[in-house]
């Protein structure tokens, strides 16, 4: 019985010699991301595993987090330690995690063929003082999408690229000449006002840009006064509620899924990821027009989620090991594919028709290549900018005062400002 014992012994050890890890041996990388669009979602899993299956040192362990809550998740969870390895945010975040602390530098980990090959505004987006906290599959684009056939029929002129954007009296005319040709139970332009959180920030923070406003006074972040309720972004206000007010926008759409698709709507007020359903829907007819200039310059929101590695990683190589596969040319492609974005690896882009002169999303690379895109106020106190312009707009949206809504959203960057001072 001992030598048939001795001989297991002997058998078990070549048997751990020969064989592949075991799940026992894979390092378990936990991973937030939010629950955008289905098909970004699967394209996701899809590269997770992708990732698990070509490799056995590392097992991402994914979690879905709704999105319209996600930064307040990661804010508590950051508080009780409980954050994961790698972590999905929306860029302009990047500013308030690096402050409290929650991510490291990538500096050491990315190599010079990613930062040549990614987009500059990529770059841009994930560098906090010199240095690089997080790097992104894709960028965005914000313009408004058009049904032609409904802009033909009302004699809308519809602009070729960002050279001959609508003014602001060429906007208010199609307004106007729309109106005429929608359903009984249509209206002119759907602003997304289904959306929480993050998009008023992004969707009317370049609008606000436009009229000559902004969100914060970008010369030192040390105060909103004067530039988000000021004379200029109280005009935006205005004008902004005026379009509810005639009844060409509303905040409460019949079908805030299909009012365009289904042509109760000729304009719709979105970003890349409606690119695929808008195009299976309206096909031949829909068409891209870049963001108007009300006054001050077209402008465009710019930047979009992204990856970066928390502070509180134990396997900091295994996290990028993730993100760097991730950011293949052919992920990011991939990725570009589900979601209509735009590839944040210049090769992709390069290779993806739809981005050439003349595809259907050439206007995007258009505004981030030449200036038209701005991002988002690079701040610290940025998280409640995002809340205090969700809480303006909709309040705008209701009729309420313009200059009072936003004289109180100054009140609340202010008092963040002074609260990290």
């Known amino acids: 019985m001992k030598r048939i014992g001795l001989f297991s012994v002997v058998l078990s050890l070549m048997l751990l010699l020969v064989l592949p890890a075991t799940a026992q041996d894979t390092t378990e990388i936990s991973l937030w991301f939010h629950s955008g669009q289905g098909g970004e979602r699967d394209e996701l899993d899809n590269q997770i595993t992708a990732f698990n299956e070509m490799q056995d040192e590392y097992e991402i362990v994914p979690l879905e987090v709704p999105e319209g809550s996600y930064n307040d998740q990661v804010r508590a969870a950051a508080l009780s330690g409980d954050l994961p390895c790698v972590l999905d945010f929306d860029g302009p975040f990047i500013y308030s995690y690096v402050f409290a602390g929650d991510l490291i530098p990538l500096d050491d980990y990315v190599t010079d063929e990613i930062l040549e090959d990614t987009l500059p505004s990529i770059i841009a987006q994930g560098t906090v003082d010199d240095t690089l906290y997080s790097l992104g599959q894709f960028d965005s684009g914000l313009a408004i999408w058009g049904n032609r056939a409904m802009l033909d029929e009302a004699g809308v002129r519809i602009p070729e690229g960002i050279d001959d954007a609508w003014t602001l009296e060429e906007f208010n005319a199609a307004m106007d000449a729309l109106a005429e040709v929608v359903p009984d139970d249509g209206y002119v332009i759907d602003f997304k006002f289904s959306y929480t959180g993050e998009w008023y920030s992004y969707g009317f923070g370049p609008q606000m840009r436009s009229f ?11 105060t909103a006064e004067g530039v988000l309720n000021g004379p200029e972004a109280v005009a935006w206000g205005e004008w902004l509620q005026n379009l509810f007010d005639m009844g060409y926008a509303t905040a409460t759409p019949v079908d805030p899924d299909a009012d365009f698709t289904e042509g109760r709507v000729p304009l719709s007020y979105a970003g890349h990821w409606v690119y695929n359903l808008y195009q299976e829907a309206i096909g031949d007819d829909l068409v891209l027009i870049p963001q108007p200039d009300f006054g001050n310059g077209a402008v465009t929101g710019m930047g979009s989620w992204n990856w970066g590695i928390t502070s509180s990683c134990e396997s900091p190589d295994g996290a990028w090991a993730f993100i760097e596969f991730l950011m293949q040319p052919e992920n990011t492609a991939s990725m570009a594919d589900a979601n209509g974005a735009v590839p944040s690896r210049i ?47 909709n309040a705008i949206a209701r009729g309420e005062d313009v200059q009072e809504v936003l004289d109180s959203a100054v009140d609340e960057v202010d008092s963040a400002i002074e609260a990290m001072e």
């Not at 406003?213 to 010369?219: K, Q």
């Not at 003349?358 to 038209?372: A, C, K, M, P």
């Open 212 to 222: 000559g406003g902004d969100t914060i006074n970008r010369d030192g972040y040390d």
């Open 347 to 393: 090769s992709a882009l390069e290779a993806d028709d739809r981005y050439g002169e003349g595809g259907d999303l050439y206007i995007y690379r258009q505004q981030l290549e030449q200036g038209v895109a701005v991002p988002r106020s690079q701040t610290a106190v940025y998280p409640t900018i995002s809340t205090a312009m969700e809480t303006a707009v």
